[in-house]
Every structure is written in structure tokens, then in C-alpha cells.
């Protein structure tokens, strides 16, 4: 299993990193060592002193493909979660300022939470699925599928061309605009649209 992610796919998430907005795709890779599920805590790494949240959709992938066409870009994929891409800002900035790939700000160990997934069919439009974040109580981000720049057939389609899809991969679709520091003791919940999907206290 793998867990593939997509960066910069909101255009005001983007605009609020100073992030131009991207042409294709902006594609990373988190190992399965950065899964944290079953509303387990998360502990604040050593390395960081600048955590942030990014809450996102997730796609489950249910078949193997490559080179999938757009067409049929919907067979690949069957339940639709909610997760987190937790990112040290501190060590990405260091890192793209060196002009370095991002993965020690991104795939470190439980750096994906993930929370329960629901079957695509029992949700009533993909393209208008509305989700949100909150910390201690109070909302921090919200998202609706309908603002992404790249939709979910899109990113299979483009992934599918460069990386074989496995049954069991994770797909992180990008993250809406809001993002911010994380501190010891907060708490963090999922919800998309009224169903909480995961709980994450920060130890």
C-alpha cells in the first residue's frame, strides 16, 4: 500500500502559501509508515517546532491500473475518506529553499491520518461533497470537491500514467485553504458533511 498525495490542488490554499497555481498536478509520496488510523493520537515529532494541518479527501483505489483512461478513471476507485497530510513547514521551507525534495516534511512516520471511508455509491455527488476541520471545537477548514483543480477522475487518470495503482493505495486529493499550526493538547475532528469521519488528539 501507498499513499499517494496531491499538493497545491485548492487555488486559495495555494495563493495562501504565495504558490503559483499549478498547470498539472503537483504529486508526492508518503510511505505506510506515515498512516495514523483509528483515532489514535498523534505525538509531535522532535524535528519540527511547526506542524500544520491539511485536511483532505481521500480516495481508496479497489483495482490496479496504469494508464487509465478518463472514461473510465471512476472503476479505479470505491469509498471516499476523510484524512489528514500533517506537514513540518519549518523543514519544507528549509528544504524547497535548498531547491530539495519535500519528503522529510511530508511522509515522516503517522504523518497521514486517516478515518473511515464511505462507499461511493451511498455518496450523492462527488463533485459537490462538502468537508471540514476542526481544532478544539472550532472550525479551521472548510472544503467542497467542487473547488478542486484537478477532480478525482482527473488525478487518477494523471497518476495512472507514471505510477501503477494497487488495490489498497491511498489517493490524498489536496487541501482547501486554512491550514495552520498544530500545538500539544490540541484536537482535531474530521467531518464530511455532517458525519464525523475521525478524531486525532495531539500528544
Known amino acids: 500500500m501507498k499513499i499517494i498525495a496531491v ?26 509508515t506515515a498512516v495514523l488510523k483509528d483515532n489514535k493520537d498523534f505525538y509531535y515529532p522532535e524535528f519540527s517546532k511547526d506542524v500544520h494541518f491539511e485536511v483532505e479527501l481521500v ?18 476507485y470505491d469509498a471516499i475518506g476523510l484524512g489528514i497530510d500533517f506537514t513540518a513547514r519549518d523543514l519544507q521551507s528549509e528544504l524547497k529553499s535548498k531547491g530539495l525534495p519535500w519528503e522529510l516534511a511530508k511522509a515522516f512516520d ?6 473511515e471511508f464511505i462507499p461511493k455509491e451511498n455518496i450523492e455527488n462527488l463533485e459537490n461533497i ?7 471545537e472550532e472550525t479551521v477548514q472548510q472544503g467542497n ?14 497518476v ?12 490524498y486529493t489536496g487541501t ?5 499550526p498544530i500545538q500539544i493538547g490540541d484536537k482535531l475532528e474530521g467531518f464530511l458533511e455532517d ?3 475521525f478524531t486525532c488528539q495531539i500528544k
Open 110 to 115: 503517522h504523518s497521514a491520518v486517516v478515518g
Open 59 to 76: 480516495l481508496r483505489v479497489c483495482n490496479e491500473g496504469k494508464h487509465v483512461s478518463k472514461k473510465f478513471a471512476h472503476k479505479y
Open 160 to 171: 495512472s500514467k507514471y505510477i501503477t495503482l494497487r488495490k489498497g493505495d491511498l489517493i
Open 195 to 197: 458525519k464525523s469521519m
Open 130 to 136: 462538502n468537508f471540514s476541520l476542526l481544532k478544539n
Open 145 to 158: 470537491s467542487a473547488d478542486m483543480i484537478f477532480d478525482f477522475d482527473s488525478l487518477i487518470t494523471f
Open 7 to 32: 499538493g497545491r490542488n485548492y487555488i486559495d490554499h495555494a495563493k495562501e502559501l504565495n504558490n503559483p497555481v499549478p498547470e498539472k498536478p503537483v504529486i508526492f509520496l508518503k510511505p505506510d
Open 176 to 180: 482547501p485553504a486554512g491550514v495552520g
